[in-house]
């Protein structure tokens, strides 16, 4: 078990007061037997009025509402967690899913159905061919080889650019680039899955790297807001898997939402009344760290 911080802040500036539409924050772990909340705190400048609620999909949302205009608008979230790490690996898998392809149960399907589905538009089937290349063409597919296989592959062939830019890139275009973000790679990883007839989600969170605290081994995502996939396998029931760092398993990943596509879990979105030109940037910055407690802070909000 780790107790670890986790620090979120976000600042937009602005050249004169612009008024403030809602804005939807998605910071909040989600509370499991692997992620359990200790403390939470978020400072919000200017003052706003602040509502939870749960998503479609389980979710903690915080909906902001303003009053008051301001040349800035700033979030600060800090939250303490106890985190237990695990290997997927230790679970068995139901004889339905060892091997390619995987029968989900009558009880089950029905509540996957969408997360099998395919999103996305590839008329000319290149997802489904790139996929079809970890099959086992002389006999049965092996489930956890494949999902290494892909989840390694995505690493190893595409190139981790960071991108500033909203939005994430339609798989296609991550295949044709062979370019992508966090977000990128784990949206072409579940449109890879689901033309295998896999149940997948997108999950976005937090990164712990420890080698930002002298540990050996780097990866890649620190710093930011980071995204991976679950897939569905009947047995150990939604697994990690985390395509720009190449690894199965949850022992550094920090889930905060779940989402049957990447736009339903922006971790922070939002409008503003102005001219386009009164924007001037946006800044954030993640630390997830092991030292200490969160230092105390002056809460809009404590839960």
């Known amino acids: 078990m780790r107790l670890l911080t986790i620090r979120h802040t976000t600042r937009y500036s602005y050249k004169k007061p612009v008024r403030f539409g809602p804005h939807r924050m998605m910071f909040r772990p989600r509370d499991s037997h692997d992620i359990r909340v200790i403390s939470s705190g978020l400072i919000i400048k200017p003052q706003p009025e602040l509502r939870w609620f749960h998503d479609v999909f389980g979710n903690s949302v915080a909906i902001a509402t ?41 009880e089950e399907y029905p509540d996957l159905a969408r997360t099998i589905e395919r999103q996305y538009h590839d008329s000319e089937k290149k997802i489904d061919a790139w996929a079809r290349k970890f099959r086992n063409e002389t006999g049965p597919t092996d489930i956890w080889i494949l999902l290494e296989q892909i989840t390694k592959q995505i690493r190893n062939e595409f190139q981790y650019i960071p991108r500033e830019d909203e939005g994430v890139q339609a798989p296609l275009e991550t295949l044709a680039r062979q370019t992508g973000t966090c977000r990128d790679y784990a949206l072409f990883m579940m449109e890879a899955l689901r033309s295998l007839g896999m149940a997948a989600r997108f999950v976005t969170g937090y990164l712990y790297d420890p080698a930002l605290e002298g540990g050996d081994n780097g990866t890649v995502g620190a710093g930011a807001t980071h995204a991976w996939v679950q897939v569905y396998l009947p047995g150990p029931g939604w697994v990690e898997c985390d395509p720009t760092n190449g690894i199965i398993g949850g022992s550094n990943l920090i889930r905060v939402g779940v989402a049957r596509d990447p736009a339903q879990a922006l971790p922070f979105s939002g409008s503003y009344f102005g001219d386009r030109d009164d924007f001037i940037e946006m800044e954030a910055e993640v630390t997830v760290t092991t030292s200490g407690a969160p230092a105390p802070m002056a809460s809009a909000s404590d839960r």
């Open 66 to 106: 303003f009053e008051e205009p301001a040349e800035e608008l700033f979030v600060d979230s800090m939250i303490m967690v106890e985190h237990y790490g695990s290997s997927e690996f230790e679970f068995p898998l139901d004889p339905a899913a060892r091997t390619l392809p995987i029968s989900y149960s009558s």
